[in-house]
Every structure is written in C-alpha cells, then in structure tokens.
Nanobody, 126 residues
Framework: QVQLVESGGGLVQAGGSLRLSCAASRLTFSQYSMGWFRQAPGKEREIVAH????????YYVDSVKGRFTISRDNAKNTVYLQMNSLKPEDTAVYYC???????????????????WGQGTQVTVSS
C-alpha cells in the first residue's frame, strides 16, 4: 500500500514562509508525477501545483504563482512545496497526491490522483 506523509504545516503570520514535505513509500517514487492540493473549510479541494515524474512539467494555480515552488528529490522519495509571502487566503489543509499510473503526465484535478496523504494544516494569520 502506497503511503504519503505530509509534514511542515503550522501557524504563520501573513508574509511568512513554510516548506511542506511529502515523504512517499512503497512506490518507485521517481516514476510518478506528484501533486499538491489544498482544501479550505467549506470549499472544494483544489490543485496548488504539480510536478511530472521527470521534473520538467511544473504547474501552479494562478493564485500561488511567484510565491510557491514545487520540487522533488527522488533520492529521498520526497516532494516539497516551498511557500513564501503567505496570505490568509492560503489557509487550508494541504495534501500531496500520486496517481496509480507510472510515467503519466501530471493532472490538475483530483480525479487524476489515486493516493493521498493525510494532510497538513497551514494557517496564515493576518
């Protein structure tokens, strides 16, 4: 059973930074595209960023462009989300996700992912 474990969330003031990590196990990590999603209270889960298995196809939702950076370290089986200049509207539970299919192009919807972490809370105070 694939396991994804997020860490790095917390409470931060507006303008601050956090780095989220997602450690993957029981899969050949380098062969999977990865995504970061978030879900705020009362809202649907939305894509934040994704990175292809090769690392060359990266996408950011418009609201985080220029502030967030997704990266991966295949030697550590870990995908990261560096979040700078945080805003109160970034407050949400953040999830990492992986698809079942090897070598697939990363998806921008939840339907494109099969494995999910438990989530990590990010709270940005104003």
């Amino acid at each position: 059973q694939v396991q994804l474990v997020e860490s790095g969330g917390g409470l931060v003031q507006a303008g601050g930074s956090l780095r989220l990590s997602c450690a993957a196990s029981r899969l050949t990590f380098s062969q999977y595209s990865m995504g970061w999603f978030r879900q705020a209270p009362g809202k649907e889960r939305e894509i934040v960023a994704h990175i292809s298995w090769r690392g060359g196809n990266i996408y950011y939702v418009d609201s985080v462009k220029g502030r967030f950076t997704i990266s991966r370290d295949n030697a550590k089986n870990t995908v990261y989300l560096q979040m700078n200049s945080l805003k109160p509207e970034d407050t949400a539970v953040y999830y990492c996700a992986a698809p079942k299919t090897l070598f697939s192009d990363p998806a921008r919807s939840t339907q494109g992912y099969d494995y999910w972490g438990q989530g990590t809370q990010v709270t940005v105070s104003s």
